[in-house]
């Protein structure tokens, strides 16, 4: 049975990636989660302050949203320098045989992108731009927020050979024209849908900011698998679905709505990265039951293209769901 796929040019031995997060920061971690099965990784994230931060010898400028802001990004530069991060590309690359893909956190395209540069240097397989867009500006439009995607891209581009995938919002009232003029740019080779937010929460004793949680949960599949199955027909980059995979059918959900990989993160927090092999099995004991050899079988058999009822993909009232219900 093949598992095998193209992502970004580079071939995965299958398509479950394990997303940027703590459980790709060591080559100790990442040769584990190989020898678990991973297709390949994307190591946790540097972020546009933290690199600016450090090229400033520690004058990083003040201008941040929050009073604490400026202490912690003190701290998290302390600790995890870019000197360490092209480090770990570096002895990833030496350690293991599996795809390694660099991750950039950022919301500009300014001095910061000469370290893309360092990271195709230090021998990244590709680098995964996560630009995290959420318009809450009142002063700003539509087209000046998504202007941010395609002015940081193009710089990226002008800067390094490597493969670039885009990690995006679902942020966008023309998200499909949206990403399909990204897709005409040629600036990207692959788009990952979506980047997974940080979601606030009250605290109503303390009247404190707090988060609601950290991890996906199996129904956060559903927004990506939407627009998996909407786009995936519609562009002509490779597209990594992520948020809310947890198990093999999740996989499956994916890959047959159009993805060529998916990302995984919570689920191994929660289950420990031998998970994979689980979820490996899984896909293999799904394939070899429908009697597919290969991804290339059933991948996109329920994109929006060539799914049945391809509408259920639009619909956005509940007038079936919640019919019975008073």
């Not at 690359?93 to 360092?118: F, L, Q, R, V």
């Not at 399909?180 to 606030?200: A, C, E, H, M």
């Not at 990989?261 to 092999?277: D, E, I, M, P």
């Not at 039951?289 to 060539?306: E, H, P, R, W």
């Amino acid at each position: 049975m093949n598992l095998s796929v193209k992502y970004l040019g580079l071939t995965l031995k299958n398509p479950i990636i394990v997303g940027s997060s703590g459980l790709t920061n060591s080559v100790e971690k990442i040769k584990e989660l190989e020898k678990n099965g991973a297709g390949a990784v994307v190591i946790k994230s540097l972020f546009e302050e933290q690199i600016m931060f450090e090229a400033n010898n520690a004058n990083a400028n003040n201008n941040y949203d929050y009073p604490e802001a400026l202490d912690y990004i003190k701290a998290y530069a302390k600790t995890n320098t870019i000197a360490d991060y092209l480090t770990l590309i570096k002895n990833a690359k030496k350690e293991a045989s599996i795809p390694i893909i660099a991750s950039i956190n950022c919301i500009t395209n300014g001095e910061w992108i000469s370290i893309a540069k360092k990271i195709e240097e230090a021998g990244a397989d590709a680098i995964e731009l996560n630009i995290s867009l959420l318009p809450a500006d009142i002063t700003k439009t539509s087209e000046q927020n998504e202007k941010r995607y395609f002015d940081i891209i193009e710089a990226v581009r002008k800067t390094v050979k490597i493969p670039i995938a885009l990690k995006m919002s679902h942020y966008s009232a023309g998200l499909t024209n949206l990403i399909q003029k990204i897709s005409w740019t040629k600036n990207v080779d692959g788009l990952v849908l979506f980047n997974r937010y940080y979601n606030p929460d009250i605290d109503i004793n303390t009247l404190k900011i707090t988060s609601s949680g950290v991890f996906s949960t199996t129904e956060d599949i559903s927004q990506s698998l939407r627009w998996v199955a909407i786009l995936s027909d519609k562009i002509n980059v490779d597209i990594a679905a992520s948020t809310g995979v947890h198990d093999a059918d999740g996989v499956i959900k994916q890959l047959l709505a159009g993805a060529t990989t998916v990302q995984v993160v919570s689920t191994l927090y929660k289950n420990g990265g031998s998970h994979l092999t689980t979820i490996i099995k899984g896909l293999e004991t799904w394939m070899t039951k429908n009697n597919y050899k290969s991804i290339a079988d059933f991948k996109g058999k329920v994109s929006y293209k060539s799914a049945e009822n391809a509408v259920a993909f639009d619909r956005v009232q509940f007038m079936k769901y919640f019919g019975g219900v008073e």
